[in-house]
């Protein structure tokens, strides 16, 4: 018997394996879920799959009573669209940032100190400023998001700009380059799968505050819905729609890796 | 004209200090290099012959006295006029071996973007594929340097080097990482194009035979002077400055030819 360090599963047992908490899971909850609704069969706590989606069958694709509107669908674009957005013009602020203090010394000075200040200072700590400043509308939840996602962008783009080995800034310093060609030709192409990987290890905390500001102020969206209906102790609609919002991310996540690998294919090949 | 060269050395170094601190890297050091020497750099870790490379690269400024390229102050940035190659590191991973190469002329020709299109891509793209050819690259233009090995690397930072027709070539430790059989054929590669393209060479490195083989001029750094009680009280001179038998007029003329037969008939 060779030592557990050294024993490793096959391919199809490690699929095996890796299937198998799921399918615990599922089982543990179908039994006390059968239990609970045996004992009494209107309790809330532990809806059964058939439950759950005949609920979620109405969200989307009945309209809805009092809006004529698909819930369902109308949440999803909405979130989307908040996280998108706020996602978005973070990558693009951390970015600009990371890359300009990272390579360029005399913007490193006075902007470094402020970043990591700003880095420190707790979002949601933020999240009544924003509210009274830009009001209960999108633009607080997506500064938000921007707010709690930005500088960390920065902050890690600042660290692998600064990773670059100086041997090639050298170089292209050699081979004739202006300082704004080195920008374009040198650190961007070579930061931009960096600012993939940063996106996707921000995104979770991007949800975070999407549901967060949903949850406080709002009229739609996947984390206004799950904070309204549990009020209702609707865990028939809480457990499918927090199901979607990981489902979400984890396409999300898989489109973004897929999108790095296709375009900086020598990035993914042992390459830095 | 070859007078006025003569008398106009191509680089030249005025009682050169170098100090950090109180660290005295390199102290009086002043030497002249006419243009087309194969300068080789030999001498301990620490000795300050990086140093005095990185001042020639435009990387360090000398504490005091003067450091000319033809007669005046050598510029205090990295620019065409030098080019480079280091140990490792000095080419850029996100570019197939062509683009590594176009990217100098590209710098040159699109003063904005540093990115050339259509039929002026097309120009620098035949000159780029020549000088990979006569560096052994071809058969390797659309590889990316993560899928090259360590000396076909060097081949590329070499090619780099040389698009922009720098006069003078700084080799820092440029051999150091290659196996002995392939370092033997760079070796050959690097004569045959400092002879080509008339360079002036400057080389560090480790291994004192390859600075004999290289060098038409062989420099020993060292320290003139030592305190054990205070080691960096005193800075690193050139304490030999030996010429070496294949000098470059007779090079030029018989040894050349020669080599030139003998690399045709290896390639």
């Known amino acids: 018997m060779k030592r557990l360090i050294n024993l490793t599963p096959t391919k199809p047992s490690r699929w095996l394996l890796g299937i198998l908490p799921f399918v615990l899971i599922i089982l543990i909850y179908i039994i006390s879920s059968d239990a609970r609704l045996l004992e009494n069969s209107t309790d809330k706590l532990l809806p059964s799959f058939g439950q759950m989606g005949e609920t979620i069958h109405n969200y989307a694709l009945e309209p809805s009573k009092r809006t004529g509107e698909y819930l369902f669908w109308v949440d999803t674009y909405s979130s989307l669209k908040r996280l998108f957005l706020g996602i978005g013009i973070a990558a693009i602020l951390g970015f600009t940032f990371g890359l300009l203090t990272g390579a360029i010394p005399t913007f490193h000075a006075p902007v470094s100190p402020l970043l990591t200040i700003i880095s420190l200072v707790p979002p949601m700590a933020l999240l009544p400023i924003l509210f009274i400043v830009f009001g209960l509308d999108e633009l607080a939840k997506v500064a938000l998001i921007v707010i709690g996602v930005a500088p960390c962008i920065a902050r890690d783009i600042q660290r692998c700009t600064l990773e670059i080995p100086q041997e090639q800034i050298i170089k292209a310093q050699t081979l004739g380059a202006s300082s704004l060609q080195v920008l374009l030709r040198v650190y961007i192409p070579q930061l931009l799968p960096r600012l993939i990987s940063s996106v996707r290890l921000t995104l979770g905390s991007g949800w975070l505050f999407l549901i967060a500001a949903e949850a406080i102020a709002s009229t739609d969206g996947l984390g206004y819905r799950i904070f309204l209906v549990r009020r209702y102790m609707s865990m028939d609609v809480i457990l499918p729609y927090v199901i979607w919002i990981t489902l979400l991310a984890f396409v999300i996540d898989w489109l973004l890796l897929k999108t790095s690998q296709k375009c900086f294919a020598w990035h993914h090949q042992g390459a830095h | ?267």
């Open chain 2, 1 to 267: 004209m070859t007078a006025m060269v003569q008398a106009q050395p191509l680089i030249k170094a005025k009682n050169l200090w170098k100090k950090y601190g109180n660290n005295i890297v390199l102290e009086r050091l002043n030497i002249s290099v006419n243009a087309g020497e194969f300068i080789t750099m030999v001498g301990t870790s620490g000795c300050g012959k990086s140093t005095f490379l990185k001042m020639l690269l435009g990387m360090e400024e000398p504490t005091s006295g003067e450091l000319l390229l033809d007669g005046k102050p050598i510029p205090n940035e990295p620019d065409q006029s030098r080019g480079i190659v280091f140990q490792q590191y000095s080419v850029f991973p996100h570019l197939t071996v062509l683009e590594n190469v176009i990217i100098a002329r590209e710098f040159e020709h699109s003063p904005l973007l540093g990115k050339l299109f259509g039929s002026k891509k097309k120009n620098v793209v035949e000159e780029a594929k020549a000088l990979l050819d006569s560096v052994g690259l071809t058969p390797a233009i659309n590889k990316y340097p993560h899928e090259l090995s360590g000396g076909m690397k060097q081949r590329l930072a070499i090619a780099q080097a040389l698009i922009r027709q720098p006069r003078i070539l700084l080799l820092d430790e440029p051999f150091g990482a290659l196996d002995p059989g392939i370092r033997a054929d760079m070796h050959q590669l690097i004569l045959k194009l400092w002879r080509e393209h008339n360079l002036t060479v400057f080389m560090v490195t480790h291994d004192l035979s390859e600075g004999f083989y290289l060098g038409t001029r062989l420099w020993v750094f060292d320290k003139l002077r030592r305190d054990p009680h205070a080691p960096e009280a005193f800075g690193a001179s050139i304490t030999y400055d030996l010429p070496v038998t294949r000098r470059p007029a007779e090079v030029r003329e018989i040894d050349v030819l020669e080599e030139i037969k003998a690399t045709e008939i290896k390639l």
